[in-house]
């Protein structure tokens, strides 16, 4: 009967986004808007070195240059940078030494959102369980880091970005804007300047990282914006599976999101990335509110045989703007992206990857679901792109997208630059609605219709689905269900 | 922005630049600094007949001098003509056509881009009226210079029930762009887009297409293929849009292309822009180099190897015209084909 109830607790799940609660806990802010001051704020609260504010500064000098991008297809009213807070963060007197100084609130809202911030919890249950680590971001700061101890024990460095400035410079100095450089677009140049924490990674030459990482985005201040900043760093030979997963109240407004995430792989190492993206997608009816999702994530295959590995489940955000990439610079390094993306209500998303092949033998393979419902817009936008020197390259890309409901956009907008005559791309695309004859026959066997689109939707995410560390598989399979609810009937 | 504004005003500042999305891989602003004095008018006997002599009934001609032709179908007739854009010196000519198909009609428009050694800049425009049921085949061969500049922009709105058939062959040009633009209004329309592109030298061709499925039970075939040589660089823009309501809209679209030297390039984005749910669109994209285990088995086969890669490049072009109806007109577009493979050869 386990089955049975799994269905109830399901359907019951169906209910509404439910992580729509706001915390109510003792916040810091930075004076409302964004100005060289904010930034000096900001940089002092995180008693940055001095050649870090620099960097931001400069990054904001740029900043004010530059255009917002209008290529995509999304639209949202203009943005007002003057009418938000670029820093917030719960009141503490210091920064809490142990988890029995986090103000008990924050531990609630993770306990609420089942997110373990107890090393002890997630032992709890089986032996030999698999066990992650968890950095959890609350607005602009980071509350809590978990298994440091015992990371550092194999040399793994896994701490808050902002704690990384300060305990490592010298390998931020030598990593951070190297993938993503400071001007490299409007919002990456925004979070340069703003940036408040984020997650730090090293994995030293040779070391397999003894447990899967994760970071947890949480939202809570209101008329706030959240600025991340992850690099990861895999040192030669070396691996690590990251896992990333956001939420965020249900608002009116309209919040920015601006992350950027870079990725740095060396000779034959590899990283593995995972995001669960459900940040509050608006009113379905009306559209308003949600999150803007305005994203860099870059992995640089330095390297040669580095590997990296991006896995996306895209469900919420009223607005995605989102393109994780790999520069596959290293000879015979391999990237590889799979992504669902899922829009329902009024929600946009305009997502996809980059495959830039620099290096000889460099390969890539690129799996990407699109489903849309209500009356979203979902637009895969990709590039696949063959150097000269990149010879004996190799891409297969793969774009399905599922409509579901007559007024949902399905968009497929490939970009392939191919510039030399030893490379192989092979793309193709389909579009099509769920099969009325496949339905049908879930029906006749008794389920629901709503049960039979789950069924098939599954289905046909199966092959992303496959690709997540076990833990997150199964809350992105209740996330697709979620995220579909009310789509048909 | 287009070439036919900027050579409307002589303002450069007009043509478009690889900033405008849609033509982000054939630059023309950063070519043309300057633009050429207008084609004066020259007879053009000089010019011999054009490829499709002696398969048509009746030859339009845009040149210097003669910027304009409009060519109307009546009702429940069948014709043949040939339009041809003859371009020459450096000069820059700006045409445009508008050609109207009745119901029940059929037209066989075969239009030729001829032009000389010199730097010219040529822009035409053609619109394409289609009544519920008509009927037209267009087969193109560009044959530009290798220092011209040609934009072409076909336009063609589609009654119910029409029926459009492309085959475009080029071996492109200094900077040269090939547009098609389709729309359904009606119910039941039918698009075939086939083309064709080999390129040599420092060549460049771009062929574009947007099909506009509006009514419902539209149908859209669409096959390019290409080869690329040298420095030479190919694109192809494919866009495929179904409003809302299009309902049971079946579209396909392929772009293949082989890049045979080092230095040449193909570009390729295929979209696919979907509004309605009840359809079927897919699109498929390669680009690769010859197969070396075809290579292997011909070369055991005692073929030489240029006989060897000749015949595999041609037996990879051919599909794209085996869709031209008219006997006539493929025989043209198969001796190019064959003309281009000797000179690879």
Not at chain 1, 161 to 186: C, F
Not at chain 1, 197 to 221: H, K, W
Not at chain 1, 299 to 320: H, I, L, N
Not at chain 2, 258 to 284: M, N, R, T, W
Request: hydrophobic share 40%; net charge negative; proline share 4%.
């Amino acid at each position: 009967m386990a089955a049975v109830q799994n269905t109830v607790d399901q359907v019951e799940g169906l209910e509404k986004y439910e992580h729509g609660f706001v915390t109510d806990v003792e916040q810091d802010f930075a004076p409302k808007g964004l100005s060289a001051d904010t930034i000096r704020f900001i940089s002092a609260k995180k008693e940055e070195p001095d050649w870090m504010l620099a960097w931001r500064l400069e990054a904001y000098e740029r900043w004010l240059a530059m255009d917002e991008p209008n290529w995509a297809k999304v639209s949202f009213p203009k943005i007002d940078y003057q009418d938000s807070y670029y820093y917030a963060a719960p009141k503490t007197k210091e920064g809490p030494a142990s988890l029995e100084d986090v103000d008990p609130e924050i531990l609630a809202t993770y306990a609420k959102l089942g997110i373990p911030l107890r090393e002890q919890e997630v032992l709890a249950g089986v032996m030999g369980s698999p066990r992650y680590a968890v950095d959890a971001v609350f607005d602009s700061v980071s509350v809590v880091t978990t298994f440091k101890k015992e990371l550092a024990a194999v040399g793994v460095i896994f701490c808050p970005m902002s704690e990384a400035i300060r305990e490592h410079p010298e390998l931020v100095k030598k990593y951070l804007g190297t993938v993503v450089p400071t001007s490299d677009n409007y919002y990456a140049c925004l979070n340069s300047a703003v940036f408040s924490d984020g997650s730090f990674v090293y994995v030293p030459p040779g070391v397999r990282c003894p447990m899967e990482l994760s970071t947890y985005f949480r939202i809570n201040a209101a008329q706030s914006g959240q600025f991340e900043r992850t690099l990861i760093i895999a040192d030669k030979g070396a691996y690590v599976s990251y896992l990333e997963g956001c939420t965020a109240p249900m608002r009116d407004e309209n919040q920015l999101h601006a992350a950027v995430v870079e990725l740095v792989v060396l000779d034959d190492a590899e990283i593995k990335y995972s995001t669960v993206q459900n940040w509050y997608p608006g009113d379905p009816e009306t559209g308003k509110g949600g999150i803007f999702n305005f994203v860099t994530k870059r992995a640089d295959c330095r390297g040669d045989r580095s590997k990296v590995s991006w896995t996306q489940v895209e469900t919420g955000s009223a607005v995605t703007w989102k393109y994780p990439s790999c520069v596959l610079r290293g000879e015979g390094s391999s990237g590889e992206f799979y992504s669902i993306a899922i829009t329902n209500g009024r929600q946009q998303a305009d997502t996809g990857t980059k495959m830039i092949h620099l290096g000889a033998n460099t390969r890539s393979r690129i799996i990407s679901k699109g489903i849309s419902a209500g009356r979203s817009s979902n637009t895969y936008r990709g590039l696949v792109s063959a150097h000269p020197k990149a010879k004996g390259a190799r891409n297969f890309t793969q774009c399905d997208s599922l409509l579901i409901g007559k007024t949902s956009g399905a968009h497929t907008v490939p970009y392939v630059e191919a510039r030399n005559s030893a490379c192989v791309f092979e793309h193709e695309a389909t579009t099509t609605r769920l099969s009325d004859d496949q339905l049908f026959y879930a029906m006749q066997r008794g389920l629901t219709q709503e049960e039979a689109v789950q069924l098939l939707v599954n289905g046909f995410v199966k092959e992303v689905l496959q690709e997540l560390p076990m833990e997150f598989a199964v809350e992105a399979q209740k996330l697709v269900a979620i995220s579909l609810e009310g789509s048909v009937g | 922005m287009s070439l036919s504004a900027a050579l409307e005003t002589g303002d450069v500042g007009l043509l478009p630049s690889r900033r405008d999305e849609d033509w982000r891989w054939t630059d023309l602003r950063g070519l043309l600094r300057v633009l050429p004095p207008r084609a004066l008018k020259a007879s053009v006997a000089t010019w011999g007949e054009g490829p499709f002599a002696g398969l048509v009934d009746e030859t339009l001609v845009l040149a210097g001098g003669a910027e304009t032709a409009s060519l109307h179908v009546p009702e429940g007739v069948t014709q043949t003509i040939a339009l041809r854009v003859i371009s020459r010196g450096d000069t820059a000519l700006q045409a445009s056509a508008t050609i109207r198909v009745d119901a029940g009609s059929k037209l066989v428009l075969m239009e030729s881009y001829e032009g000389d050694a010199g730097a010219y800049v040529t822009s035409v425009d053609l619109n394409f009226e289609l009544e519920p049921g008509a009927r037209l085949e267009r087969v193109a061969l560009a044959m530009d210079g290798a220092d011209g500049v040609l934009v072409s922009k076909a336009v063609a709105v589609l009654g119910g029930g029409a029926t459009f058939t492309q085959t475009l062959a080029t071996s492109g040009a200094r900077r040269q762009r090939l547009e098609t633009s389709v729309d359904h209004p009606g119910a039941g329309a039918n698009v075939h887009l086939n083309g064709v592109y080999l390129l040599t030298g420092k060549r460049h061709a771009d062929l574009t297409t947007t099909v506009r499925h509006m009514g419902v039970d539209g149908q859209t075939r669409q096959l390019t293929k290409g080869v690329v040589r040298d420095q030479a660089r190919g694109v192809f823009q494919g866009r495929i849009i179904v409003e809302e309501g299009a309902d049971r809209t079946e579209a396909r679209m392929g772009h293949h292309a082989l890049v045979l030297s080092d230095k040449a390039e193909v570009d390729a984005k295929p979209e696919l822009l979907i509004h309605a749910d009840d359809v079927q669109c897919a699109h498929g994209n390669t680009i690769g180099a010859l197969d070396e285990e075809a290579l292997f088995y011909m070369a055991q086969r005692g073929l030489p190897d240029g006989v060897a890669r000749t015949l595999l490049v041609a037996a990879f072009v051919s599909e794209a015209i085996e869709g031209v109806q008219h006997d006539g007109a493929r025989a043209v577009l198969e001796a190019w084909i064959a003309k281009a493979m000797e000179v690879s050869l």
